[in-house]
């Protein structure tokens, strides 16, 4: 029979230990998947691993956002180190996405009258990984509770509609090479029976 044990109410770090640790351990994952795509080693598979990688990121960020706010324990936020390079990364995934890496998306689906503006995926990516990696540095340093506040606000700040708006992009891609290209099969298919219809 399990006890369980009682965490005391003034340690916010104890309280949220468990769920940060599962939120680290999706941004982790998220963040070693997206550097082995961009790696090209499968770029037949580019889309839908990304597809499914920010997917997933974005049921890692509805957690966050769902969960009251995060109270940091400093007023200030600790220094975290120089933000992270992703510059290369950016230019590989661009490199990938070279003909599709561009796309339109509404700058506020709640104020439409911002209109929609270009962007592209490989930007936005390169973004997500540079905000989640600086939270992984306050998290890997022992500030968990920094870590949880930082990952939050950037979700909702930035990250959380960037890797919507990515999410739509990819697929939308998606959608179009599996279904335009069903479309042509059957016009192929109906092209072919119209002979046999007419002998009939």
């Known amino acids: 029979m399990s006890s369980v044990v009682a965490r005391p109410a003034d340690d916010p770090a104890a309280e949220y230990g468990d769920f940060a640790a599962e939120i680290a351990d999706q941004i982790e994952s998220f963040l070693l998947a997206v ?53 290369e990364l950016r230019l590989r995934i661009a490199a990938l996405l070279e003909p599709v890496d561009g796309y339109v998306e509404v700058v506020d689906p709640v104020d439409p009258e911002r209109g929609a503006t270009g962007f592209r995926l490989s930007d936005d ?7 989640l990696l600086h939270g992984l540095s306050h998290y890997k340093d022992g500030r968990v509770i920094e870590a949880l506040w930082w990952w939050q606000f950037s979700y909702l700040s930035s990250w959380g ?24 099969q059957i016009e192929v298919t109906q092209e072919a029976l119209l002979p046999v219809e007419a002998e009939l």
């Open 125 to 131: 990516l390169a973004s997500i990984a540079q905000d």
């Open 161 to 184: 509609s960037t890797a919507g708006a990515a999410l739509r992009a990819l697929h939308s891609l998606i959608a179009h090479t599996r279904l335009d290209h069903h479309d042509e």
């Open 35 to 87: 550097r082995e795509i961009a790696r090209g080693n499968d770029p037949g598979s580019t889309l839908s691993l990304l597809l499914l990688e920010v997917s997933q990121l974005c049921l890692a960020g509805g957690r966050l956002g769902a969960i009251s706010d995060v109270v940091p324990d400093e007023r200030f936020e600790p220094d975290a180190g120089p933000d992270a390079d992703v510059d």
